[in-house]
């Protein structure tokens, strides 16, 4: 599986800002989809996340905030983020899990990452 994200760049404080990520390859093996961000000397941290079938499930700092859907026909997940402030500032990545073969080894794909900046 591959991951291509898009979307980011440089907003105000206060503002939204709605990044994309497709995939691509054996769609069939992906078992959930999410998004990470890593800000500069941090770790990189879960955004938002869900299995098929499941709700997404979201990190307390940004719940309320943001929102991530999917489009299967498209094989697109989105992360819409709203209310934005400095602190999410970072690159952010969009995650596959999932497993493939016939012995179901799973694998964990990553975008390329895109980052979004937050004015004060």
């Known amino acids: 599986v591959q ?6 760049g440089l907003v105000q404080a206060g503002g939204s800002l709605k990044l994309s990520c497709v995939a691509s390859g054996e769609l069939d093996s992906i078992v959930g989809m999410g998004w990470y961000r890593q ?3 941090k770790q990189r941290e879960l955004v938002a996340t869900a299995a098929d079938g499941e709700d997404t499930r979201y990190a307390n700092s940004v ?5 991530m859907s999917r489009d299967n026909a498209k094989s697109t997940v989105y992360l819409e983020m709203n209310s934005l402030t400095p602190e ?3 690159v952010y990545y969009c995650h596959a899990g999932g497993a ?10 990553w975008g390329q990452g895109t980052q979004l900046t937050v004015s004060s």
């Not at 493939?100 to 794909?109: C, I, K, L, R």
């Open 3 to 8: 991951l291509q994200a898009s979307g980011g």
């Open 39 to 41: 800000s500069p000397g």
């Open 63 to 67: 719940t309320g905030r943001f929102t």
């Open 88 to 90: 999410d500032t970072a």
């Open 100 to 109: 493939t073969g016939w012995d179901a080894v799973p694998y964990d794909a």
